[in-house]
């Protein structure tokens, strides 16, 4: 081929991995105190959601994430019971989504909020993300 073709395609190649994935860059983590979760565990949990975030959100915007507290621990029993896990967690967040509704199974043009992210783990291992939404 030649150099210019190779330069066309390079460019486009840089610029559809550049247009893919979901925005991460000025998501506003809270800080939530725990009893239950150390701030390292929560926050392990919050770095699993912005990846699989930005891998899988293509068209949306991460505005803000968050771990919903403690007094959801009956929840938490339940997640981890139906995944069969010792321990779950869940995050909230809120995210926009533009012109192109993500992936097409998101309203464009609109702001979710209070979205779930529950996340499982055994034996204090990584953090497992199971579901989302809700």
């Known amino acids: 081929m030649g150099k210019t073709i190779k330069t066309f395609l390079l460019i486009i ?7 893919c994935g979901g925005n ?9 105190d725990s009893d239950i979760y150390s701030e390292t565990e929560i926050n392990d949990a919050i770095d ?5 975030f930005k891998e899988n959100f293509g068209g949306c915007s991460l505005k803000e994430i968050q771990y919903v507290g403690d007094d959801y621990h009956e929840e ?4 981890a019971d139906q995944y069969k896990a010792e321990q779950a967690i869940v995050l909230v967040s809120l995210f926009d989504v533009d012109s192109s509704g993500g992936d097409g199974s998101l309203n464009p043009n609109s702001t979710y909020d209070n979205w779930k992210w529950i996340l499982t783990r055994d034996d204090n291992k990584e953090w497992i993300l199971q579901t989302w939404g809700y």
């Open 13 to 19: 190649l840089i610029l559809s991995l550049s247009a």
């Open 24 to 32: 991460v860059k000025n998501v506003n983590i809270v800080d939530v």
């Open 48 to 52: 699993m959601v912005l990846k699989f």
């Open 76 to 79: 938490f029993e339940e997640w």
